[in-house]
Each structure stands twice: as C-alpha cells, then as structure tokens.
C-alpha cells in the first residue's frame, strides 16, 4: 500500500517530491566531504527529476528550482565552515555569498546532467545509452576541478566511503571514482524508473505522455529485456571493480618485520593555556628537542636476531602551516641555524612565513633542515580565498571571490625530493652498514585540493610532509581526506600536521591502511610507520600520465559499442561508417526531437484547456 502511494505521488506530484528528496539527500552528499553513497542516491534523484521535467511545461523554472534547492542544502550544511572562516563579516553576508556560490557549482553539475538527457543516444546503443552519463559526468567533474581555485573541494568529488574503489586512484585517479559514481546513479534511476512506470501505473496513465521516458522506444515492453539486459551488464562490472578492494587487506605496513624497518616520525605543536596568541619560535623549537629523543627507537635484541634493527633511525618531525614567520632574512638564516645545530639525526620540517625579496609580500613555505642546514623550500601554490585577514569594510562576497589576497604571494616552483639515508644496519663498532633511501617530498594544506600536486616529481616520494592550518573541525576533515587521496595517488605516505584549533594530525596514504587519525587539537604526537627495505620508486599510472589515461579510457568505454561496429561492417566489408559529422548530426537531431517533444506538449495541455472552457 505505501509503495503504490509512493509510486501514484512520484507520478502526480514529480516536481515538490524529487525537490524535496533533493534536498534531503543533499544534506549529506554535498557536505565538505562528499560521501560516495549519498552522493550515487543524489545523481540518481536529479536524473530522474530532469528527464520528467524537461519535456515539460516551465521546464527551465523547474531547473532552476533544483538548483536553488540543492544550494540551500549546501549552505546549510556548510554553514559552520562558512562562519567561521570569515567572523568580520556579517551572518546574513555569508549565507549569501556562500548560496551565490553554491548556486554556481550546483548549475554545472545539473548541467551535466542536462547533457546526458538531451544527447542521449537513441536505444540501438544500449551500453552508449548508459554510459554516457559517467562519461559527461566524470569529466565535467575532472576539468571543473581544474579551473576552480579551491580544487576537488568545491566539485561533487566523493571523498568519503570511497574505499571498494580507492584502489582505481593510483592508475585512474579521481576520474575513475567519478565515473563509478555515475555509473551507479545510471543503474539506480533507470530501475527507479522502471518501478515508477510499471505496468500498473501505466493503465492509469494512459492518456498522458510517459514521464519516465528516454526515448519513445522505452515504454515498448519489447526493449524492456534488452534493456534489463544491459544493465545486469553495466551492474556486474561495477561489482567486479568491489573486488580488489577485499584482494587487498586496508591494514597499515608492519613496522618491524624481516622487510619493513621503523620509522618514527612526529608533529611538533606546542600546546599553550592562552589561546589568544600562537607558540612562538622558541616554544617551537623546546617541543623540537622535547620530541627527538622520545622517537628515537632503541632495543634489546641483539643484531644478530634482527638484521635490519634500527638504533639511531632518522625522525621527521613538521610543524604546522605558518608556524612562525620570519621578518627579516637575518632572522630566519638565525632561527635555521638553531634549528640544524639541535637536529642531530632528525630532520625537521619548518613551516613558515617570510617576506622573500618583497616587502609587503608574504610567502607561505615549508623548509627542510638537518644538521646540515636547508635542503630544500617549498611554497605554497593554492591560496584559500580569504586566506589573509579581510579587512573590514570590504563585504564578504567581494573577498571570497578574491582567490589570491594583496599580501600573500603565490609561488610557481613545484616540490622538489630530498634523500636521506637511513641507517638500518650497524656493526659491534656502531658503524653504518647498510642504509636506506628515503626519498622527502613537501606540499601545504589546499595544494593536496588540486590536481597532480606532485606531477613534476620524476620518481616516487616515500614520504609526503604535509602542513596545515585550518579553520573548522569540518575543514581539516576534508583536507585531511583530499590529502590522503593525493598520496594514494602518487604510492606515497603522508604525515599531516594541522595547527588548527580542531586540526587533525595523522599519517594516510600508501602502506597506511584506510588511514591513521592520531590526534585533533593541539599538542604534538609521535607516531611510527614501516618502511619496506626494498622500496619501489617507480612513479604510478596517474603520476605518470596524469588524467590523460583515465580520459582516454573513460572516453574508450563509452565508444567501444560504435567501434565494434565499424570493426564489425570493415570485416564484413559493409558500408563504411561516418564518424566525422555522425554525432553532430545525431546530436542536432536530438536537440529537433526535444523541441519537438515540448511543442506537442503545449499543443496538448492548450487543447485540454479549451475543451475544459467549452
């Protein structure tokens, strides 16, 4: 009985349920950290909701109403993050800025969603039919990425729940995740549509126009089974893609074993009664020396029980984003001379900020010191909208627009790799017999948001160095997920180090498991990981060839129907096919059949007015 009401309220009132159910859905898929299943139900809504609206009355209004809806979900979700970034600046102002953008990201995804209803291919090409939808859809996602300044955060990326195909990111990347996403949302509102215009509710509708239609085709119960039929196909190899992620056990890399070493690393940050102020460099560097002896990793085994037993192993230890800043070059070649005098063994990750060759300019970097002195800088490439105190005349709208802010600087140059050689083996004198290469890399906080952070990169880093300051609880969480994903991505390790007030510290990536929470708040930590002994530094699929490779495989499914066929007529040696204006032609077809479509609609509904007058 609920089901037929369901099913009778779906087909009489389309356009206030699937709002509604937008709106709900959205609430969860479209939060900072966007989860894969309420991501798939969300897709699967609108693209039902788009194919019964389109071809009807107001259909542009309708459209319009969705992207309304699913704006005011966004900003109440992120409502918390919002207000908290900017506190100059009015409530109302930021709800209003953050709606006005959301509003925009929200038109191009519903966009792609407009493309897969209008150009979709007609039912002799089933798997094109189908597919076409996470083709648009992963690409669309895959170029939006690209061009917005705050990266995969601000695109409907999933971020979470991710797991049964994270194992896709070292070889596809993103894109593979997107097209699984769309691909799922396919098959779910395809049965949708199926349970909503069953047989049932057809008898009772037969007067009207269908309104779960593709094309004319698909109310003939002739292409039902083919359909079907296609279908199971698109759900099964969905289902075989769940099937590495259960190959592979998600548990972090043994830390003492006859191939792995330990290798501890920490996060240096202070913890201080009075929040009112920030720790300052000399704090910093007491936590520094507080913390290297408690990472330093001894045992009682003999060497001749463990091989590779490590007694003196090398200690990375960060500091979070923007730690101290340093105002004049004496000072900062001063500090890193304190710094590598109490190094020793261990080197530190010093985040910082300095003025550069500029004087009102400030550069957001990270160095790496040893007893040696620097090893490399790396600055920051991504700056966070509203990044630097707003001033407080200038409203809000006008400085979340304001990618860069007049006294941050952006740097251009991309991470380098620093190797260190780790002792992992001594003889009865204590002398080094046999090290490891550990390769170093950095990056800071929103430039794990973007794509291919690490493309320059010519081999695979072991290790990530990843400071961070975020704002919100919600924020760091969401980062703190972007960076995870871009270490899987390249086969790295990272170690995050928030000094946020919420911030989350931890250690993600290759060789980590599903990831390693070690602390949210401030307050420094120690943590160990394994290092296999035999390392592999060949870059991945995705480092190499970046989304390139997952383009042109995305693009390959969705054309190897056509393609078939042309081998198909080549061998038979029937008529040649046109590939060049075929698809423009059928595509302006398309376009004529739902004009077409909505001009009789309007003949229609006008008819029925003029018989209900007469």
Known sequence: MLLDVAQRSLITYPTPIYLAMAFGLGLFALQSSPSFIPLVLLLATLRLFVTVVIAREHAYLKLGLAVACLAASTTLANLGTSLDAIPEVHTTTAVFALFALTCVTNSLALGAILIDTVFRPSD??????????????????????????LGYIATW???????????????????????????????????M???????????????????????????EDSERPRRSLWLFYITALLCIGVLPSYVSVPLPTSVNSKTTVPFPIACAHPYIENLTREPSFDEYLRETQTLTPLAKVSSTISLAETPHQTLTPLQVVLWPEGAVRFTTAQIKAESIGKIARHAMGSVIGVAFEDYGNSSDKIRNGVMLIDKDGVKFEYFKRHLVPCESVCIRSMSCLTAIFLVVESNLMVSSEPPVIFDYELVTKRNSRNKPTDTLTVALTASICLDFAHPRPFNSLLRRPTLILAPARTWHQGIGAAMWEQAQARAEEVGSAVLWCDGGAQGIGGVGGRGQ???????????????????????????????????????????????????????????????????????????????????RGRQRDDQIEAGERTNLLQ
């Open 124 to 149: 002799h090409y089933l798997w094109t039919h189908f597919i076409v939808f996470p083709t648009v859809w992963s690409t669309s996602l895959q170029v939006a990425s690209a061009l917005s300044p």
């Open 157 to 191: 990326t999933p971020a979470l729940g991710v797991h049964a195909y994270s194992w896709m990111r070292p070889s596809l990347g993103p894109s593979g995740i997107d097209w699984a996403v769309g691909a799922w949302a396919v098959v779910i509102s395809e049965m």
């Open 193 to 219: 549509g199926v349970w909503i215009m069953g047989p049932k509710s057809q008898q009772d509708i037969e007067q009207e126009e269908h309104l779960i239609s593709i094309s004319e085709d698909n109310a």
């Open 513 to 595: 498991g599903s990831g390693t929470i070690v602390q949210v708040g401030p307050g420094s930590w120690v943590h160990t990981i394994g290092l296999e002994t035999t390392p592999d530094d060949g870059r991945t699929l995705y480092a190499t060839w970046g989304p390139w490779l997952s383009m042109a495989l995305i693009w390959y499914v969705f054309g190897m129907e056509r393609i078939a066929e042309w081998l198909i007529m080549r061998v038979r040696g029937g008529p040649r096919m046109r590939f060049g204006m075929r698809l423009p032609r059928e595509a302006m077809e398309r376009i004529r059949a739902w004009r």
